[in-house]
């Protein structure tokens, strides 16, 4: 890869070759290197492939027999699904968090693997994309939702705003990854004017997918727990939290899978990064508890139940404990100095791990589902994810696990040999 | 690994055992992707389910008059043979110069639900789930605060201690349910009704977490309508049975009360709580009761302007 002060150099393809023949050439060289690998590598192919066949069994099942099977009702009437597309959204953008330190400060040993947070960034959406069909009671008629041949009810609905975002963010991605990768396939240096402006944009870009996302429930003045205006910053805080721990533990594994070098300062970046996120999420956690709690009255409901249960309601107290012990955990080991030591990788992994699903849970199940409880009817109608829900769930996370697993992978030598650029 | 360990070059592998693997990862693609249309195969019984025509039926307001019958002849022809009833689909338009307004005296509601059941008959809601567009709440007295209230409540009515609250579509003059769909599949009409395409709505349920009101249903499955309890008096964008996967809503029964009728669930109330008729009309009754009577908005704070207003004696 080439630093943003490289000159630019020849993008056409040289050798007498046209991209139209060089490209396809990439794509099968790409899936070629993709698809080898060790027994082990195999094995975990081969169980996510199997994750991946039972979720999109159990999700035909769904479109066939009516979203009676999942667990959700008119008074919940978004579960398990959202709350993980929620949280994926996060992961999306929590990439740029390497993207920041690589290409605006200019970090040579961050902009080397940088790669790695865009990649994540591209499986991360496949799965967003993924959930919100899933929760589609008519994914048959998804061709409504299409600017042009459907009907698209853009600028008022916040939903078609964060269509646009989520695909221009893939978009985006897609580009990126694809002409460095393509550029090293052939044996170029990229010519900055063909990414760094998008790169740029990205970044941006970036922050927008998670505040429309987060627009998409504060706008709705009916949900008190959604209303308010510290849910844009909060998701943000939270996914620059999830991302980076996410993006460590990857790095930790390829760093010990396939040797790639130059691991140890980036992954020490995005834990100082981390340090302060997290105690931000948190800052903000508390602050919203403090409003609500000592405000009192009718809107406090939903966190009261969320907490501590409402007339003997008791379903989601579980989960948010959990959520915050984690999190509290994770940011107190985040600020101990010596977490970055090598010889406490497990710790920091550890660490990445408790503040990943705390994210998971606090933004998932622990946002979108007291939104609706109790219903704007005060009715308090508990939810529990069913079978089905939880199959569709791990399919996803499968298919996700499987692209970003096929993307790091067709990235090797980029990521093995950065210097050669 | 059989890659060549050149770390300068790293281009197509080239082995001796090339096609081997290959061949390897052909047949193994071959069975993945085996594997995941028989994964699927639940999908062709829903694409059953599907005509070619109702896929590309676009959206009501762009059907011409040819178009409109022919959408309305088929799902005539539709509910004969997944219902087993005869059915009358009319495309009841709104009345110039009306707008209509639904008002209920709760110092006369006592509770009985004749309403809440009358709306599941006219309406062709599911059987097995007892759906209905009204919920009613009862209420502690001395309180407006719904979540003291209960819908939930069993055993003679009305109890002395107690009020009951009727609640249904407010019908929003600024309703939120339409400003988050994405696809336009529901709209406000010139009489104020607020209205679904059910055969354009895809099934997000984003109008379900916007409404203050709880006044959308989801078809979680397909509808189970006995023939012979199956209202004949349809409505394109009222009371037809709906397909599953899709969100509905009160109408004001559009197909009756643009027919000059009164609602379902005013005909079926047996105290006189319920009023309704067309606001712009002078010498109505409920144009009387808003200028007289001291009626009150659920969850004014919110800005919907609900076309629905309570009034005690």
Redesign the interface.
Known sequence: MSSITAPPDITEPGDNESHITSYPKFIG?SL??A????LAFYAWMTML?ALF??G??A???Q??????G?N????V??GLYIANFTFMVGLAAGGVMMVIPAYLYHDRKMHDVVIIGELLAIAAIVMCLMF?VA????????W??MPVI????WP?????WD?IVLNGYLVLNLHICGYLLYMRFLGRKPNPTWYIPFVMLSIVWAISIHTVTAF??CG????PFWNTALLAPRFLASAFVSGPAFIIVSMVLIKRLTGVGGLDHPIATLTKIIRVTILINLLMVASELFTEFYTGG?HV?AAKYLFFGLHGKTALVPWTWTAIALNISAALLFLWPGLLGFRWRPLLVTACVMAFVGAWIEKGMGLIVP??I??????IVEYVPSQLEWKVTVGIWAFGLMVFTIAIKTA??TL??PA?H | ???TKN??R????IVENFTRRAAV?GAFATL?AG??VA?????R???KN?TAAE?MQQ?YTELSPEQKADVIARLEAETKEKYGADVTIADDRPIPGTKFVYAINLSVCNGNGKCVEACHKENNHDRDTNQSYI?V?EMPKGTM???K?S??YTGTVPKDDKFYLP?QCQQCDEP?CV???????TWKEEDGIVVVDYN???????C???????A???????PEVPAEEVNPDQSYLSNRIR?????EKCTYCLHRTRRGKLPACLEACPTGARVFGNILDKDSNIRWILENKRVYIL?EE???KPAFFYYFD
């Open positions: 060289r070629w290197l698809t080898e690998g060790s492939t066949l039972v999109a069994n999700w035909a099942n479109v066939a027999g009516g979203m009676v999942t959700m009702t008119d008074q009437s978004w919100v929760d589609l009671g008519r994914p048959d008629r998804f409504h939702m459907g009907k698209f009810n008022i609905s916040m939903l078609t269509v998409l429930y709705l003045g009916g949900r009718s409901s939104g609706f109790p219903s704007t009817l005060h009715e090797l030598p093995k040999h050669e | 690994m059989t890659t770390p300068s790293p281009s197509l592998p990862k993945g594997a995941f994964a699927i195969s639940p999908l019984q829903a694409a599907t896929f959206h919920r709440i605060d719904m979540e209230g819908t939930t609640v939120p400003d988050v769909c994405p696809v336009k599949a354009w709505c895809i099934g997000c349920r984003y379900e977490a916007a409404c203050p009101y709880h959308r249903r989801f078809n979680w499955k397909k397909p599953v996967g899709v969100v969850k919110l800005g919907t």
